[in-house]
């Protein structure tokens, strides 16, 4: 029951001019006012006592200099009062122990301990509160009054918001309602803010699948296919320079001498999309991609899976193309995709292919462009190596919810780009092939390349025993300066000690040193010292180093080394 009901019955008699019941304080406050119960079996009086009531509760909020809200309160008091005195209400008994008069100045009170602004004067010769000292909230309040006397609270509620907006001050604001405003207002930007970033893209405009149905021995698979020209280039790079390459040189990069003999014109690229990461029996290709030279045109051959239980297809037609090939190109392949690959042969029931020479470009990658620092992931490097940027590639994370919501329905406008994103994984792994086999032929001579490179290189032709190579990519990357230099001085110092040219090894050590910052030094100066003891049996210059290069010995190791020294230096007289 609303204030308003409840001051009602208060001021109204009972049926049969009984008396109304009386009225008792409830403290429990609703809506910022104190409510009011009407205890049973008691009275209300009107009339002049009533009135008498009402003037010291008007006297009570002059004294306390009550805030605007309590203004409002005496001034619909007022009203009440001259309300009554017009209408010439009759006297009722006055009886009970707690009067309509007891009730409003009761309220006054709890309505003004809890708004303690100043408000404006009243006027002391009547009582009452002047029209002109009533600011507009409460003149409205006591002009828009019921029958009753009784302002209604939520007009009264429209009104005050009304004169807020229209800039009439109701006193000072508290700090802490300043600071919560302010908390608000900022938490709305943010949220603001953050929807827009996390705002959808529009959805694209539905597209049929670019993949077809081909009928095949094995039955009906789905397939997408299109064939790039000899001069398609992906970034900077030919693709169609993947058949140049020399198999001894590709044999030297991955480090695999089986790859010696094979015939890089009839290789097969392989890359595939799956409906997760974690591998095992769980993980579908649902996608496998194709890719192979005819003539010096590059043929791209996708393998699309439109629903579970469709494998065996492709699966055949997939190992009837390697068995035509002579080596698979992959990316991360070893790893990943052909162990996933040879898993669905199996659960398929499906004979696994023989397994063909495996070049996988991930590992020589990650030799060659390791000193760059920013690892080997497959579009960092078509970006930073061949200047290849996608413009609105799918990300890898997105393609297997992609799928799914495929199988779930929807059209096929969504795996679109899924399908142009393993295409150019693909031309990227013949790009890439061309790019390295090129970059390591030319061995730092021919042309310009980054130094971080250059010592890639030639840290994988000192593992393939190519010293001549590794030895000119090494001075080709010195010039660079800097820890690089520094790294391939040491190189070259380690392949001319090798060679038995002690001299030149000295001399790659003594320039290392001028490209070592502070802490770097020690290790030369190690180097310097078993070189000037064992190949120049200089050991004046052996111990100068080896006093140098304690802080990368162990102590024991290190003063053992300085009695030897010190000793053999002793017995040649020196």
């Not at 907006?165 to 919560?180: F, H, I, N, Q």
Request: hydrophobic share 40%; net charge neutral.
């Amino acid at each position: 029951m609303d204030l308003k009901r409840k001051l009602s019955r208060l001021t109204s008699a009972g049926p049969g001019g009984s008396r109304a019941p009386t009225a008792t304080v409830n403290p429990v406050v609703e809506g910022g006012s104190p409510a009011v119960d009407v205890a049973p079996g008691a009275s209300l009086p009107a009339g002049e006592g009533a009135r008498a009531a009402l003037r010291q509760a008007v006297a009570e909020a002059r004294s306390r200099n009550e805030a605007s809200s309590g203004v409002a309160a005496v001034a619909v008091a007022e009203a009440r009062l001259r309300s009554e005195a017009s209408a010439g209400v009759p006297a009722v008994e006055e009886a009970g122990t707690t009067t309509i008069a007891e009730v409003l100045v009761e309220a006054l009170r709890k309505r003004l301990s809890m708004d303690g602004e100043p408000g404006p004067s009243l006027d002391g010769a009547h009582g009452l509160m002047s029209a002109d000292a009533v600011p507009p909230v409460a003149r409205d309040a006591g002009e828009r009054t019921d029958s009753s006397g009784l302002v209604d609270l939520r007009e009264e509620a429209r009104r005050r918001f009304a004169a807020k907006k229209g800039g009439v001050a109701e006193g000072p604001v508290d700090p802490r309602v300043a600071s919560l405003r302010q908390m608000l207002s900022f938490w709305a930007e943010r949220q603001g803010t953050a929807s827009a970033r996390r705002a959808v893209a529009p959805a694209p405009e539905p597209r049929a699948l670019p993949v077809e149905a081909r009928s095949t021995p094995f039955g009906t698979v789905h397939v997408a296919d299109q064939l790039y020209p000899p001069e398609h280039h992906h970034g900077t790079a030919p693709v169609a320079a993947a058949l140049d390459v020399e198999s001894r040189l590709v044999a030297s990069l991955a480090l695999h001498p089986e790859l010696e003999s094979v015939d890089f014109t009839r290789m097969l690229m392989l890359d595939t999309e799956t409906t997760g990461l974690a591998g095992g029996t769980g993980t579908v290709p649902f996608l496998v991609g194709l890719a192979w030279f005819e003539g010096r045109a590059l043929r791209v051959h996708q393998l699309f899976l439109r629903r579970m239980g469709e494998e065996a297809p492709m699966l055949r037609l997939l190992a009837e193309r390697m068995a035509s090939s002579s080596c698979m190109v992959t990316f991360n392949g070893k790893s990943f995709d052909w162990p996933l690959l040879r898993t669905r042969f199996v659960l398929n029931r499906v004979p696994v292919p023989p397994e063909l020479p495996h070049l996988d470009l991930l590992h020589c990658a990650r030799r060659v462009f390791k000193h760059r620092g920013e690892g080997a992931r497959l579009v960092h490097l078509e970006g930073q190596v061949l200047g290849h940027h996608r413009v609105g590639d799918v990300d890898g994370s997105l393609i297997p919810e992609l799928y799914f919501r495929f199988l779930r329905g929807t059209d096929g406008s969504e795996l679109v780009p899924v399908l142009e994103h393993n295409a150019n994984d693909l031309l990227l792994l013949a790009a890439l092939l061309g790019d390295l086999v090129r970059r390591f032929r030319a061995d730092g001579t021919t042309e310009r390349q980054d130094p971080r490179d250059l010592l890639g290189f030639a840290l994988v032709a000192e593992r393939a025993g190519d010293t001549e190579r590794a030895l000119s990519f090494a001075k080709a990357a010195a010039e660079g300066g800097g820890t690089v230099g520094m790294e391939a001085l040491v190189l070259a110092s380690r392949l001319a000690r090798r060679a038995g040219d002690g001299e030149t090894a000295v001399a790659h050590l003594q320039r290392a040193l001028t490209y070592a910052r502070p802490g770097q030094g020690a290790m030369l100066h190690l180097s310097l010292t078993k070189l000037y003891e064992h190949s120049l049996k200089d050991l004046p210059r052996a111990l100068h180093h080896a006093r140098l290069a304690a802080p990368v010995e162990l102590p024991a190791d290190h003063q053992l080394r300085l009695e030897r020294l010190e000793r053999r230096l002793s017995r040649q007289g020196v």
